[in-house]
């Protein structure tokens, strides 16, 4: 049972466009999501995160939208640069109270061609 | 800055021996989690601990075990090891005191069972 969803196993961009990384969840209870980047034989890093407050959080050139009603968040990437090539794992966490653990989407490759 | 640090970074063992992956976590963080990562597939939550008390527990085999030490570093010990136990194995660290819901990830131990 996949409660975070990332329908989309890769996505190919133009260096300088934007990339939009999407990501479904079926949980309710989740009420804090986050978005990591992944390169090979590396850990996932952390990019940034959103409570379910907010619509929307900013940092940089990456952006999280979150809609609760559909339950489905998105991270743009404006512009997108070659190094943004990695594997985005959308992760999400039932929060207070609860211990933090995340459970995460299955990933999405974004290339970016120079 | 410091990072979360698993040693070791590559472990090959046989079917039916024992494994013991230690993690480090970033200095005042309170919360260690471990995640294991099979080939193509997310990240799996295993177990978590709080201020070296077991806080939840995931997928994990009764064949592995657990636990997090006075100077917070934590060690996850896998014992009679199938093939099926080669993944990639991430310890995240989190500082829960501050209401934060970021984990910070290790990079992997990358266990191979032959």
């Known amino acids: 049972d996949q409660q975070v969803k990332q329908n989309s196993p890769s996505l190919s961009v133009q260096e300088g466009r934007i990339s939009i990384l999407n990501c479904d969840y079926t949980?309710?209870?989740?009420?804090?999501f986050l978005w990591y980047k992944k390169y090979p034989a590396e850990g996932p890093t952390f990019l940034i995160s959103?409570?379910?407050?907010?619509d929307k959080n900013e940092d940089g050139r990456f952006t999280v939208f979150l809609n609760k009603s559909a339950k489905h968040l998105s991270l743009h990437i404006v512009p997108s640069q070659p190094g943004d090539s990695a594997v985005y794992f959308c992760?999400?966490?039932?929060?207070?109270?609860?211990?933090?653990?995340?459970?995460f989407g299955q990933g999405t490759t974004l290339q970016v061609k120079p | 800055a410091a990072g979360v640090i698993q040693s070791p970074r590559h472990l090959i063992k046989e079917k039916r021996e024992t494994a013991t992956l230690k993690c480090y976590p970033i200095?005042?963080?309170?919360?260690v989690y471990w995640y294991q990562q099979g080939p193509g597939q997310d990240p799996q939550f295993l177990i978590s601990?709080?201020?070296?008390?077991?806080?939840d527990k995931g997928s994990i085999p009764d064949r592995f075990s657990a636990q997090q030490f006075s100077d917070y570093h934590s060690e996850l010990n896998m014992s009679s090891l199938e093939l099926g136990d080669s993944a990639l194995y991430f310890c995240?660290?989190?500082?829960?005191?501050?209401?934060?819901?970021?984990?910070?990830f290790g990079p992997g131990t990358r266990l191979t069972v032959t």
């Open positions: 959103i409570s379910s407050i907010k």
């Open positions: 601990f709080y201020e070296k008390m077991q806080s």
């Open positions: 200095p005042r963080h309170d919360t």
């Open positions: 949980n309710s209870m989740f009420d804090y």
């Open positions: 995240a660290s989190r500082d829960r005191g501050r209401s934060s819901y970021e984990q910070y």
């Open positions: 992760a999400a966490s039932a929060g207070s109270g609860n211990t933090g653990k995340l459970i």
